[in-house]
C-alpha cells in the first residue's frame, strides 16, 4: 500500500505546533508543507483547495488511489490516532484515560486557547500585521481574561497530577503547553506567578526534546526580539 501524508503548517499556530510535534515525538512520516501566516499564504487559492476555512494545521492523507484532506486539530488528532499515526501514548486506547485527554482538549476552545490566542492577538499580532499596536486597555482587558484561564490551569488542570490528564504525559498537555508557550512572543513571564504551569512545561518540554524547542523555535525568537525592545 502506497501511503504519503502530506502536513500544512505554520510554526506561529498554535495547533500547528502540537500536531508537529506529536507527529515526531510518535515517528510518523510526513511531508512538511509550510504555510505563511504573515505573508497570508492561507489566502491564496491553492491553499483553498486544501483547507475550505484557510487555517492551518490542515492534512493530505494519500493511499493508493484515495485522497483525504482534514482540517482542524483535534480531529486530525483523532484520525490520525485511529489510524495508528500518533502514538497510543499520547492518545490512549483506555477509555477514561482517552476521555480525560478529550476532557481538557474540549476545554480548551473556550479557556485557555481562546485567552491566549486573544492576548497574544492584540499584544503581538496587532502590531506586526497590522502596523499599529491595540490599545492599552483592550490588551489589559485580554490579559486579564487570560490570566483567569492560567489560574485554572495553577489551581484545578495542575491541582494534584504533573500532567493535565493524569500522571502521564498526553496529546492534552502538548496542545495546552503550545498554547501558554505562544505568550512568550509577547514578553509575559509566568515563572513567578504560575510555579506549578512552569514546572509542567519544562517536564512536557524534557519529555519531548528535541522536538518541543524545535517547533517553538520561532516562538523563542520573537520573544528575544520583544524582550530586546523593553
Same mark, same amino acid.
Given at each position: 500500500?502506497?501511503?504519503?501524508?502530506?502536513?500544512?503548517?505554520?510554526? +506561529? @499556530?498554535?495547533?500547528?505546533?502540537? /500536531?508537529?510535534? =506529536?507527529?515526531?515525538?510518535?515517528?510518523?512520516?510526513?511531508?512538511?508543507? !509550510? *504555510?505563511?501566516?504573515?505573508?497570508?499564504?492561507?489566502?491564496?487559492?491553492?491553499?483553498?483547495?486544501?483547507?475550505?476555512?484557510?487555517?492551518?494545521?490542515?492534512?493530505?492523507?494519500?493511499?493508493?488511489?484515495?485522497?483525504?484532506? +482534514? @482540517?482542524?486539530?483535534?480531529?486530525? /488528532?483523532?484520525? =490520525?490516532?485511529?489510524?495508528?499515526?500518533?502514538?497510543?501514548?499520547?492518545? !490512549? *486506547?483506555?477509555?477514561?484515560?482517552?476521555?480525560?485527554?478529550?476532557?481538557?482538549?474540549?476545554?480548551?476552545?473556550?479557556?485557555?486557547?481562546?485567552?491566549?490566542?486573544?492576548?497574544?492577538?492584540?499584544?503581538?499580532?496587532?502590531?506586526?500585521?497590522?502596523?499599529?499596536?491595540?490599545?492599552?486597555?483592550?490588551?489589559?482587558?485580554?490579559?486579564?481574561?487570560?490570566?483567569?484561564?492560567?489560574?485554572?490551569?495553577?489551581?484545578?488542570?495542575?491541582?494534584?497530577?504533573?500532567?493535565?490528564?493524569?500522571?502521564?504525559?498526553?496529546?492534552?498537555?502538548?496542545?495546552?503547553?503550545?498554547?501558554?508557550?505562544?505568550?512568550?512572543?509577547?514578553?509575559?513571564?509566568?515563572?513567578?506567578?504560575?510555579?506549578?504551569?512552569?514546572?509542567?512545561?519544562?517536564?512536557?518540554?524534557?519529555?519531548?526534546?528535541?522536538?518541543?524547542?524545535?517547533?517553538?523555535?520561532?516562538?523563542?525568537?520573537?520573544?528575544?526580539?520583544?524582550?530586546?525592545?523593553?
Amino acid at each position: 500500500m502506497d501511503s504519503t501524508l502530506e502536513y500544512y503548517f505554520d510554526f +506561529l @499556530s498554535q495547533p500547528s505546533r502540537a /500536531l508537529y510535534i =506529536l507527529l515526531k515525538a510518535s515517528g510518523t512520516k510526513f511531508e512538511a508543507k !509550510p *504555510i505563511n501566516l504573515l505573508e497570508a499564504e492561507n489566502l491564496q487559492d491553492d491553499y483553498k483547495k486544501i483547507n475550505r476555512f484557510k487555517k492551518v494545521p490542515a492534512i493530505i492523507d494519500k493511499e493508493d488511489d484515495q485522497v483525504f484532506q +482534514l @482540517s482542524e486539530s483535534i480531529a486530525i /488528532l483523532r484520525y =490520525l490516532a485511529a489510524k495508528d499515526q500518533i502514538s497510543i501514548a499520547f492518545y !490512549p *486506547i483506555d477509555l477514561h484515560e482517552r476521555a480525560r485527554v478529550d476532557e481538557f482538549l474540549s476545554w480548551q476552545h473556550t479557556g485557555i486557547r481562546t485567552s491566549c490566542s486573544l492576548y497574544f492577538r492584540f499584544q503581538w499580532v496587532q502590531e506586526k500585521a497590522f502596523g499599529s499596536p491595540a490599545s492599552e486597555a483592550k490588551v489589559a482587558k485580554y490579559r486579564k481574561l487570560m490570566e483567569k484561564d492560567l489560574e485554572l490551569m495553577e489551581n484545578l488542570w495542575l491541582k494534584d497530577t504533573e500532567y493535565l490528564a493524569g500522571n502521564k504525559l498526553t496529546a492534552a498537555d502538548v496542545f495546552g503547553a503550545c498554547e501558554i508557550e505562544q505568550i512568550r512572543c509577547c514578553g509575559y513571564e509566568i515563572k513567578n506567578k504560575y510555579p506549578k504551569i512552569y514546572s509542567w512545561i519544562e517536564r512536557v518540554r524534557h519529555e519531548l526534546h528535541p522536538f518541543f524547542n524545535e517547533a517553538h523555535r520561532m516562538v523563542y525568537m520573537y520573544e528575544k526580539e520583544t524582550k530586546s525592545k523593553l
